[in-house]
């Protein structure tokens, strides 16, 4: 549900900024993920048991989330259709899901228990 809010303000703030390029939604987004992550790394680091390890392999999710995000979202608002943007999102969901698999299979991800 969070990241359903974060699209929101992400698309709000490209949308307000002028920023209508894929090109410049991935930077706004790389910049967001940081801002948003960093202050997650932050916070959690000063109260939860959890490594800066993890905590930084989180942000950096953060970080890579926002920027495909803001590349999407900067491509969707020059386009005058939205049908090859869908077909490309798609298409990288399919491919990260059978990354995924392939990674457990290899025994190089953590398998779901």
């Known amino acids: 549900m969070s990241i359903s809010l974060q699209i929101i303000l992400l698309l ?3 949308a307000s900024l002028g920023i209508h390029t ?11 993920g940081f801002l948003l992550g960093g ?3 932050l916070g959690l680091f000063s109260i939860s048991t959890l490594t800066w390890q ?6 950096s999710g953060q970080i890579l989330e926002m ?5 999407v979202i900067g ?9 090859p943007i869908l077909i490309r999102v798609i ?23």
Do not use: C, D, N
């Open 54 to 59: 993890y905590l930084f392999g989180w942000m």
């Open 67 to 71: 920027a495909i995000a803001g590349e």
């Open 91 to 113: 298409a990288v969901f399919i491919l990260l899901v059978v990354l995924t698999i392939a990674m457990q299979t290899l025994g190089l991800a953590p398998r779901l228990k």
């Open 39 to 41: 202050s997650m790394f």
């Open 75 to 83: 491509a969707g608002l020059i386009a005058t259709s939205l049908k």
């Open 12 to 14: 709000w703030l490209l």
């Open 22 to 32: 894929w090109k410049g939604g991935t930077i706004f987004g790389v910049k967001l």
